[in-house]
């Protein structure tokens, strides 16, 4: 069965500090995967996304995440947090079975960012 | 061009009460998905509509139904409302491409459901 786990509920960082936010997926295919942010009150926004090449992949607001086939882990990345990064993190696979797809998601990791 | 609407934004209702949402897609996409946010369960499936046909859907009981217009709108229904059934509402469209095994989902900013 397809799952993705997030092993960090909360994380807490200082302003100014690298953060890595940890992801695991199970997927027998070659996985989409993905990285959204949800600030408190709103909608999903997705930061980056993995379809194929490139293991090491860009998104908005500086973050970026790398694929590991060999780990099943697709960890979020930022080398310098900022006070406006503080939401939570959804970590996603893409499933695309009999003609349709969904996303299944992670449990999220919620990031406080300290001044 | 415009993202996904959904409406109304908050919804209060009594138990045994039922609900209508509505997702507006972004134009063009004939693909609209609807999840459920929990602090419990997280992000999980509800079902996803194509061409005003229901394609698949989650675990979730019947109470929860769907459909898709003519122009790609789609409602959900819930039906007897319970308490559990309090949690932000989801909905994702895509635009469906032949040939491309996956396509992206843009999500609207949630209908906030409150059971009383």
């Known amino acids: 069965a397809q799952s993705v786990t997030q092993p960090d509920i909360h994380i807490t960082v200082s302003e100014g500090a690298s953060l890595e936010l940890r992801c695991n997926y199970s997927?027998?295919?070659?996985?989409?995967l993905f990285w959204y942010v949800q600030s408190p009150g709103q909608g999903l926004q997705l930061l980056l996304k993995?379809?194929?090449?490139?293991?090491l992949v860009q998104g908005i607001k500086g973050f970026e995440a790398e694929f590991k086939r060999s780990q099943s882990s697709f960890n979020l990345r930022k080398p310098s947090v900022h006070w406006s990064d503080a939401a939570e993190y959804f970590c996603?696979?893409?499933?695309?079975?009999?003609?349709?797809?969904?996303?299944?998601f992670g449990a999220g990791t919620r990031l406080a960012v300290h001044p | 061009k415009a993202g996904v609407t959904q409406t109304p934004r908050y919804l209060i209702k009594t138990r045994g009460q039922q609900v209508t949402l509505s997702c507006s897609p972004i134009?063009?996409?004939?693909?609209v998905s609807w999840y459920q946010q929990t602090p419990g369960q997280g992000l999980q499936f509800l079902f996803e509509?194509?061409?005003?046909?229901?394609?698949n859907k989650g675990n979730f009981p019947g109470r929860f139904s769907g459909r898709q217009f003519s122009n790609s709108r789609s409602e959900m229904n819930v039906s007897t409302l319970e308490l559990g059934d309090s949690a932000l509402y989801l909905c994702?469209?895509?635009?469906?491409?032949?040939?491309?095994?996956?396509?992206?989902?843009?999500f609207g900013p949630g209908t906030r459901l409150t059971v009383l």
């Open positions: 994702a469209s895509s635009l469906v491409q032949q040939g491309i095994s996956y396509n992206e989902q843009f």
């Open positions: 997927y027998g295919a070659t996985p989409y």
């Open positions: 993995y379809f194929s090449g490139d293991t």
């Open positions: 996603a696979v893409g499933v695309f079975s009999g003609g349709y797809n969904k996303l299944i």
């Open positions: 134009s063009g996409h004939r693909s």
């Open positions: 509509y194509f061409s005003e046909t229901q394609r």
